[in-house]
């Protein structure tokens, strides 16, 4: 797990395996000022290892979980249903940021409790804005759940 300028508040949980995307999502961020720390989880395992949380009370909520689908080992659709069936960590908003772009993947996703699904835009400019209007709604417009466990 991989963690940037982690502290003890709200955090972007990002589920990304691709060295690439992380760099480039790192510098949209920084692009963006985001001061909430990113966690990163290479893999379906690491975030599953996360989930099972031996001491909860002392562990934080992620205010969102960035996931992606095409993982090595366990991929993001076993990954989103894992999530959604942890009592402790349902109530995050999973948001699904990948390349797949096929309708029934889409639509499972919904059936299974993903909060968003976004298309990695191939130009770096619209990707920032996508970005940009994903964390507007998430941090701004909209109310998270508390951030520790109770």
Do not use: H
Request: aromatic share 10%.
């Amino acid at each position: 797990m991989t963690t940037e300028n982690q502290t003890n508040q709200r955090f972007i949980m990002l589920v990304e395996d691709s060295d690439e995307d992380y760099k480039t999502l790192l510098w949209i961020f920084k692009k963006l000022a985001v001061t909430y720390p990113i966690i990163r989880c290479e893999d379906g395992e690491e975030l599953l290892s996360y989930l099972k949380c031996d001491d909860c009370d002392k562990i934080i909520q992620p205010a969102i979980i960035l996931l992606d689908l095409n993982l090595p080992g366990i991929d993001g659709r076993k990954i989103l249903q894992r999530i959604k069936e942890n009592e402790k960590f349902k109530v995050v908003p999973v948001i699904i940021l990948t390349t797949t772009s096929n309708s029934k993947d889409i639509k499972y996703c919904y059936q299974n409790g993903a909060n968003g699904y976004i298309i990695k835009p191939l130009n770096l400019e619209k990707f920032m804005r996508t970005i940009q209007m994903l964390l507007d709604y998430w941090f701004d417009a909209s109310i998270l759940p508390d951030i520790r466990f109770a």
